[in-house]
Structure formats: C-alpha cells, structure tokens
C-alpha cells in the first residue's frame, strides 16, 4: 500500500517569505506547530513584524521556561529582530536621519543593551553626533573666512570618516576659494604689518636686529648661522612676513616659530632640518583607492619620508612634516574615489528551425520464391520451413512483404528559441562572466601491464559562455570587450574499452563595441545551416526527377540556427571628479614638499641686489619748508575677514596728530576703537600702523580711509601746515 505524507496547515509558509525567516520559521515548526504561541510568532515573523513576534515569544517562554523549542525560537527571533532594528539604524545614520537611527537604537537596547550590533550603532551615532557639531563649526568658519579653522575641523572629520559626504562638500568649497598664500599659523597679527626696507652691504645680524625692534618680534640663530654675512635688499610695502622669507630664501636660512612673536632661524641644510623639523604622524584609513597605489603616489609626489601601510585595514600611516601631510592628504583626496559600476543587460537567443519531409512510393526491397508459410490448426501462420525438397518444387510459389508498395507523406517542421537574461553588474575594467549549459563527463580508461584498467572522468562544458569586461568613460559612454562562445552536443563517440567522447559543436564571437549609456547593441550572424536530401527506392529509376518519387522515397532535411546578442549597458556610478580648483596642488619646491610658496601679495614691490650692490626704491615726496608730509599707504587688496594694514609715516621733524577715518560698515579697527575713527600720533621721522580687518559683508565693494583733523608742532615752536599723501583706497576681494 503506498504511503503518503501530509503536511498539516501550519506548515503552509508563502513563497514570497525571506529565506533566513523561511528556515527559522521552518525549524520552529519542527519544534512543534502545535503551540498556539509558535504559531502566532510565525505569523508575525512572515509579516516582518520580528519584534511582536519575539515578545509573543517572550511572553510563552516566561510562562512555560522548561519548553525547549519555545526556548530555541526565541533565542532565532531575537537574532532575526536585533538584524532588523540594526540595518534600520544603519540606513538612517547613513541618510543623515539621526532621529530615526536613535529610535532604532532604543529599541535596540531594550531588547539586548550588550549585542555587538547594538553596541557599535550606539558608538556609530555618537561619532556621527560629534561630526555632526565639527562640520556645522567648519560651516561656520567658512561663512566668516575663518579657512585655518574650518580646514581644521574638516581635517578631523575626515580622519574619523573619510568618506563624510557633507565634510567632502566643504573641502571642496574651500579648496574653491583659492586663498592668497597664507602665513604660518603661530604669527600673530604683528607678522602682516607692513614694513619697507633699504639695506646696503648691511651685515645679517643688523638687519634682523632692525626688524625685531620696529615690529617686537624676538630672533635667535642656530650657532651655524653666519650673522656677519652682508646682504643688500630692498623692499617696499610689504608684510614683516614677507619680508623675512625673502631674506631668508636669498641666504638659504629656515625658520621655526617659537610662539607668536619668536623666531629660530637655523641653516637651511637637510641635516639641520632634520634636527629642527617637526614631524607629525598621520593615519589614513582609505575607502576606495587601493593602499599599495597610494603608497606609490605618496612616495614619489610628496617624498614621504616614513609610509607604513597596511592590506588588510586598507590604511596608511604617514609620518613627516605637517607641510607633507597636508599635501598628503590632498593627494590622497584625488585619488580616493568611487569606481564607476554599469549594469549590464544581457539577453541571448538561440533560434532554431529544423524541417524534414518525406515524399515518394515505398517498394518491396527484395522478392522469396519457395515454400510459402502455412496456417496451423489455431488459424495463425507458420513460418516458410527452413529447407524444401526438390519434389515440393510444385508447392513453390514467388512472393514480396505485404503490402507491395507503401506510400509515404510525411513532414515535420519546428522553431526553438532558447533565450538567456541576465543582469550582470560590474565594476569597472573587472570582467563579468556568465555560463549557462551543461557538463558533459568523458571517461577515459587506462591499462597498466600486471595492475588491470583503471577509468578516469573528465568533464567539458556545453551551453552558453559570456564573458565581458566594461570600461565606464568620463562622458558616460561604455566600451566593452565581450566574448561569446555557444556549444551544443552533436553526437556520442564510442571508444576502446568502453570509453566515451562527444562531438561538440562551437560558434564564437570576440568583439570591442563602444555604446552610450541606455543604447542596445544587437550581435547576431552566428548562423548554422545544414541542408541534407536522401533518396531510397529502386535503383536508377527513383533518382528521376519528378518520376522518381514514384519508385521511392525522397526526404528533405533542413537545419537552421542562429545565435542573436543583446546588450545594454547602464552606468550606475561613474567617477566623480573633484573640482577644477582642487586639480592643481600647491607642492611646494624638490627641497622641501609641501612648504609655503615664495609669492608676495599683488600690492608689494620687492628687489633684491647682490652682495655689495644697490637697489633703487620709489622716491618719496619730501617736506617743504614750513610743512609736515604723512604718507598714507595700505597693504594693497584684502579678502574678506582678513587684516589690512594702514601705515602713517611722518617725513618730517614735527609731531603730528589726527584721525584716521573709515568706513565702519565694511571695516573695524583691532584694537577696540569704535566709530570708525583711530586717533594716532607721529613722531619726527616716526611711523604709525592701523590694522583694520575687512567685514564679511564688505566682499566685493571698495572703500577710502582718509587723515582728519591733522595738526603738527614744530620742534622750535611754530604750527607747520600739515599735508597728506600717498594711497587710501582699499579694494575688498571674495575669498
């Protein structure tokens, strides 16, 4: 009696349930289905409701602790719902939706406050908080042209996350402004006041010495520097800053600032930057370069000293000047980019007609002349006897196969397409296979002498074999090289010894098409056509024609494939090009990568002469008798919450007085004065600075400064006239 197996009705899951839900629902009804409890909780669980059902589960657990399979599935749906809230929570953070993702971790925590996942959402949104508040303070810095501190705060959030979508923005934008050479950041303020020199074979030691009395700036020199070398320069209008790496770079001296108004001047040899050079280290955890290329780049672009990397994290630990690593981590930037991805859609048919008809009158193929059979008692015939004796040779009788002729009409005719889809997608200059067939196995035997035969199997594939490899171009478009190889079972060879081979039919086809994004290229032409005639009849006659298929058979064979390619490719992702502003680099020079270039603002006017030799510099107006001459001049043009300097020089022997007046919308005065007024007062042969810096507001717009109520005393007594020249207008750039 045959058996059958029923399944009872709690077993009926929907095909559409995931696979891991599936198989722990299915191993939870073989627990036992008849749970009322069991039974809800799977309900609940195909719904995707994970949390409902492991409280359902909870709850029949606590009143029934001794059940092991109420045990077994809560322990599966904990797991199962603790997925669930965790990828939920990673969606959110990822969209910016922190709100969302805290509620996820709420609910994580009530269900297990330990588990691995919840553990690392809580630690992943309080580094997304803490992002959170560094890049609303670089948002900040960068709307008030704060670019030191706003490259700060990106430095940091890159370094916790490379690939911070919102900090990449502002990188970007920043790297847009294309800021003036900036100074080194320990200057204080007393660095941009401009100053103008005139020394003639004036010694090292004296024009420092200079330097540091009119702007309170403190030097010391490394014992190798020779401070009696002399040195003739002059330079007009330009920053303290300024003028000391001029000076600096004519006699191949370096510097290191020791606060904000000291400096360490030392020879500019590799062995003494070694001595004095600061090195920091710098982790870069990379998201989409790979480490070994970077490490390449590094080496050769920047001259890094020490590259550690390591695989299996994708990092790289840097450890050089800071002038290194910031150009380091611009370089790494550039190249630590999404690769472009396409989606192929494939579809391959194979279309095959075949027809064959049969024609013609079937005749008998040979003629017995003998014994005929006979018919036994039971009515049925018996065969001829094998032997007659000549006395029977009247009983002979001729005869043919009944019946005589045989007519045949027959034709068959058929189409087969055999189609193939798939969605394949790829990353960029990485091949994308396909195989859809079968193995065929082919065994093959060997004798040895004294042992006996051994058999071996081998198996070669038959079907369909696609092989593709895409190259996403910068304009969307997509050249690939494909590959198609198509194969089919033609016959069955028998060999020695009972072995086997097959006949295998191939048709391939390698190309290199280039096809825009969405177009669909059509690769067709792989044609097999086999057209086979037969005839079987009486000899001679049957080969007439028409006549002939009245004395036997013709049959007509025709096989017809072709094998049809379709492809279309779709970008998913192409490369994403950092902006224009950030495809050049600042390197610095071979000696030193990275270091701040020798560019003087537009305003200043520098020239330098040789050791012994004269420079010449702008006269400047001289007082007449009976009258007092300032000179007004600024630092020239100034972005937008920056400092620009006014100095006041006095060119002759009496003291003066005034006020320095300005447009208190579009500047403000450093040291606290308000109104738009700075009162100053000159010595004979004195000289006076006003820093005023740039509003943010002011971007873009020009303004005047101008001397009020000037008044002069002369040294012997007497009010001297009082007369200003010079420049007064100050142009506000965007940064």
């Keep these: 009696m045959p058996l059958r197996l029923s399944m009872p009705p709690c077993f009926d899951l929907p095909r559409t349930a995931h696979a891991a839900t599936a198989l722990a629902m299915a191993a939870l009804l073989l627990a036992g289905c008849a749970n009322p409890a069991l039974r809800s909780a799977q309900q609940l669980a195909l719904a995707g409701q994970h949390e409902q059902s492991l409280a359902v589960l909870d709850s029949a657990a606590r009143t029934d602790p001794a059940d092991n ?28 939706q922190l709100p969302a993702a805290r509620a996820a971790l709420a609910r994580l925590q009530a269900i297990d406050p330990t588990h691995p996942r919840t553990l690392g959402l809580a630690r992943e949104l309080d580094r997304a908080a803490r992002l959170a508040v560094l890049t609303t303070d670089a948002q900040r810095a960068l709307a008030t042209n704060r670019a030191a501190d706003a490259q700060a705060a990106l430095r940091n959030i890159l370094a916790e996350q490379p690939g911070h979508p919102a900090a990449r923005e502002l990188q970007q934008q920043l790297a847009r402004l294309a800021p ?9 303020a007393e660095f941009q006041k401009p100053v103008s020199l005139e020394f003639r074979d004036a010694t090292l030691r004296s024009v420092f010495e200079t330097l540091g009395r009119s702007s309170g700036v403190n030097f010391a ?7 009696d070398v002399r040195i003739s320069i002059s330079l007009k209008n330009v920053s303290l800053d300024e003028a000391m790496r001029v000076i600096l770079a004519t006699q191949q001296l370096d510097r290191k600032l020791l606060n904000d108004s000291s400096v360490f001047i030392y020879p500019g040899t590799p062995n003494k930057q070694r001595e004095y050079q600061e090195l920091v280290t710098r982790s870069f955890y990379l998201v989409n370069a790979d480490v070994k290329q970077a490490q390449l780049l590094i080496k050769t672009m920047a001259k890094t000293r020490d590259v550690f990397i390591d695989e299996r994290l994708n990092l790289m630990i840097v450890r050089d000047t800071p002038e290194v690593v910031r150009l380091t981590e611009r370089l790494i930037a550039s190249i630590d980019l999404a690769e472009p991805e396409v989606l192929l859609e494939v579809e391959v048919m194979e279309i095959a007609t075949n ?24 009515g049925g015939v018996t065969g001829a006897p094998a032997s007659a004796l000549w006395s029977q040779r009247g009983e002979f009788r001729a005869s043919i196969a009944n019946p005589a002729v045989l007519a045949t009409l027959r034709g068959t005719s058929g189409n087969a397409s055999l189609i193939a889809n798939p969605r394949l997608r790829a990353r960029n200059r990485e091949k994308a296979r396909v195989q859809i067939g079968e193995k065929l196995p082919v065994f093959t035997t060997t004798s040895t002498a004294n042992v006996g035969v051994s058999a071996s199997v081998s198996y070669i594939d038959v079907g369909l074999k696609l092989e593709v490899e895409p190259s996403v171009q910068l304009d969307n478009d997509v050249v690939m090289k494909v590959n198609l190889e198509v194969s089919n079972l033609i016959g069955q060879v028998n060999g020695p010894q009972g072995s086997i081979a097959y006949r295998v039919g191939t048709r391939n086809a390698t190309t290199s098409l280039r096809l825009r994004d969405g177009e669909t290229q059509v690769l067709a032409g792989l044609i097999n056509n086999e057209d086979r005639k037969s005839v079987a009849g009486v000899p001679g006659v049957s080969e007439l024609p028409v006549v002939g298929r009245l004395f036997g058979v013709h049959g007509d064979t025709t096989n017809k494939t072709e094998v049809v390619l379709l ?26 990568p990275g270091a701040a270039a020798m560019r003087l603002r537009s305003a200043s006017k520098v020239a330098v002469a040789g050791a012994g030799g004269a420079a010449s510099a702008p006269a400047t107006p001289a007082a007449t008798a009976g009258e007092a ?37 579009l500047l403000q005065a450093t040291d606290g004065s308000v109104g738009g007024r700075v009162a100053f007062q000159l010595e004979p042969r004195g000289n006076a600075v006003v820093v005023l810096r740039a509003m943010p507001t002011a971007a873009g717009k020009s303004t005047d400064v101008a001397l009020q109520g000037l008044a002069a005393s002369g040294v012997k007594g007497g009010d001297p006239s009082v007369r200003s020249v010079g420049q007064t207008g100050i142009r506000v750039v965007a940064r």
Excluded: C, M
């Design 180 to 188: 003036p050479p900036p100074a080194p950041s320990l200057l204080s």
């Design 355 to 378: 027809r064959f008809n049969e024609l013609g009158l079937q005749w008998p193929t040979e003629i017995s002349y003998g014994i005929p059979g006979g018919v036994d008692a039971f």
């Design 69 to 96: 399979a109420l045990r077994t599935a809560l322990l599966r749906e904990r797991e199962l719902a603790i997925t669930q809230l965790a990828n939920q929570g990673d969606s959110a953070r990822t969209a910016g």
């Design 629 to 665: 001459v300032v000179e007004v001049s600024t630092s020239g043009d100034v972005a937008a919450g920056e400092t620009v300097s006014v100095t006041l020089q006095n060119q002759s022997v009496a003291t003066i007085t005034g006020e320095l007046q300005f447009d208190a919308d």
């Design 221 to 227: 020199f490394d014992k190798d520097v020779r401070t």
């Design 567 to 592: 492809i279309t490719p779709h970008v998913v992702r192409n490369l994403g090009l950092p902006d224009a502003a950030t495809l050049t680099l600042d390197a610095g020079v071979d000696a030193n």
